[in-house]
């Protein structure tokens, strides 16, 4: 089933959807590859975010992926991104995203979540609407421990 630009199965999983958008952007890094010979870091950069990355930017508070292979599948996508700069590919991984200052998806998606959160907590959103989450005013760790 297809909602809000979503794939989601029978059973609520998101794998179809991650694995779509993945396919999404390598198709993306292939057609940057095939017109685009030479890149200089601010151009592959700016290209890379607007075509590849934004298909990991759309509701990724909603369909993070909890299971390890899908987000290496993931990650691999930038891997294979950043070595696509003659610049980078001698370079291992870390060192090419310190080399464009690019964080991990990972780190991203964790970023975003806390993002929402906030949002959540301090009533950024709209203030009429009930809350799920509720700040714990209890500022002690340990309730109702006995030794």
Known sequence: MKD???????????????????????????????????????????LYQVFAKSYFEYA????NPHYMYLVDDLEKVQKRATKMLRQCRRLNYQQRLKFLN????AFRRNRGD????????????DPTLP???HCNINSTTRQGATY
């Not at 990724?60 to 369909?63: F, G, I, L």
């Not at 690019?102 to 998806?105: A, I």
């Not at 806390?114 to 959103?125: A, D, F, N, R, S």
Request: proline share 2%; charged share 25%.
């Open 4 to 46: 809000s630009g979503m794939i989601i199965d029978c059973k609520l999983k998101l794998q179809d959807h991650i694995k779509l958008k993945i396919n999404k952007a390598y198709s993306m890094l292939g057609i940057l590859r095939r017109n685009l010979k030479e890149f200089d870091v601010e151009s592959f950069i700016s």
């Open 114 to 125: 806390m993002i929402e959160v906030y949002k959540i907590l301090t009533g950024k959103y």
């Open 131 to 133: 809350s799920i989450l």
């Open 60 to 63: 990724e508070s909603v369909w």
């Open 102 to 105: 690019l964080p991990t998806l």
